[in-house]
């Protein structure tokens, strides 16, 4: 079974600054997907980010950016310039094609002013 | 367009009621997933659907736990004789399916929060 840990249950970080949160996964797959999600207290899940597991390439949208290490089965969260709305709760999904879909426990990150 | 609708948004009942969660999806995908969250955890899987099949159903937690998708769209959760520890968020959500190169990302609704008193 596949099982994703987020090592960190608490994070914060003062405004602009950078933050990094972790997320590693245990498979035997060598294809699947990995996304981060962000719930804010309205419970609403965003997608934060998304990676392919046979693309390289990191994945970079706007402010957040990913270091994916397949060999590792590590995919952390980098969030630069940190803004008081990024004050959230923030997952990890594992997901493949056959509709496997394991979340971590999450990450609180808290943006102080 | 619209996003993935859940209702209730929220559902009180009392130990032993059935109750019936509701998920529409965004309209053209075909798959659909429900999940359960706990507070302060993260969701945890319970069915996936494609189409009107339910393809894997690992993660309903027993046979009081049940959901059916009969034209393909939207889904009922079904919960029978209900106990104080169902009690949770019950997130569905969407997507357009697997597919050859593209990744296949989930669209949540927002939850139905359900009491069991």
């Known amino acids: 079974a596949q099982t994703v840990t987020q090592s960190q249950p608490e994070m914060s970080v003062q405004e602009a600054e950078t933050v990094t949160l972790s997320c590693t996964y245990d498979?035997?797959?060598?294809?699947?997907?990995l996304f981060w999600y962000k719930q804010p207290p309205s419970r609403q899940m965003i997608l934060v980010i998304r990676?392919?597991?046979?693309?390289?390439q990191n994945a970079t949208e706007n402010r957040f950016s990913v270091n994916f290490q397949k060999a590792a089965k590590s995919f952390s969260l980098k969030i630069s310039d940190s803004q008081l709305g990024d004050t959230a709760m923030y997952f990890c999904l594992y997901n493949t094609n056959a509709g496997k879909s394991t979340f971590g426990d999450g990450t609180t990150l808290t943006v102080k002013p | 367009g619209a996003g993935v609708s859940q209702t209730p948004s929220n559902k009180v009942t009392e130990k032993g009621k059935y109750v019936e969660l509701r998920c529409d999806p965004i309209?053209?995908?075909?798959?659909l997933y429900w999940y359960r969250q706990s507070l302060g955890q993260g969701p945890e899987f319970l069915i996936y659907f494609q189409g009107t099949g339910a393809a894997d159903d690992s993660g309903l937690p027993n046979d009081r736990f049940f959901a059916v998708r009969p034209e393909g769209s939207v889904s009922t959760l079904k919960i029978q004789r209900t106990e104080r520890g169902d009690s949770a968020v019950y997130l569905c959500?969407?997507?357009?399916?697997?597919?050859?190169?593209?990744?296949?990302?989930?669209?949540f609704g927002p939850g139905t929060r359900l009491t069991v008193l």
């Open positions: 959500a969407s997507s357009l399916g697997p597919r050859q190169g593209g990744i296949d990302t989930q669209y």
């Open positions: 498979t035997s797959e060598n294809n699947y997907y």
């Open positions: 990676q392919e597991a046979y693309k390289q």
């Open positions: 309209s053209g995908h075909t798959a």
